[in-house]
């Protein structure tokens, strides 16, 4: 996890995830961190943090200054928004690093 105070408005980040329950195919996302915004959450207000797939964030440039014509333009869009809560699945270098080595202890044993 990387930690919300430390996230870097145009850094990369990662996330990992799984296709299976044993945790042995990792699947690896690149992104680009775009900043917090607060929304209204089910609890009341809450913070999100946006990140666009870092493949769209260089073909196809920063979301935010997207308009919304060129925004439309998109059938999906290209960004991905984790709540505080769910910060845990955001990494930085270090972290995805770290990450793959448990994977790989993993397909050891």
């Not at 850094?11 to 990992?16: C, D, E, H, K, R």
């Not at 089910?42 to 946006?50: A, N, V």
Request: aromatic share 12%.
């Amino acid at each position: 996890m990387t930690p919300s105070e430390v996230l870097e408005v145009g850094a990369t980040y990662f996330s990992v995830f799984y296709m299976d329950e044993e945790l042995t195919v990792p699947v690896v996302e690149t992104f680009v961190y775009l900043g917090a915004e607060l929304g209204n959450g089910p609890d009341g207000p809450q913070r999100t943090h946006l990140f666009q797939f870092a493949g769209s964030f260089h073909s196809d440039g920063n979301w935010n200054d997207m308009s919304d014509e060129d925004r439309a333009d998109f059938a999906e869009p290209p960004v991905l928004a984790f709540a505080d809560a769910d910060r845990d699945h955001v990494l930085d270098g270090e972290g995805l690093i770290e990450e793959l080595r448990e994977w790989q202890q993993r397909r050891k044993t």
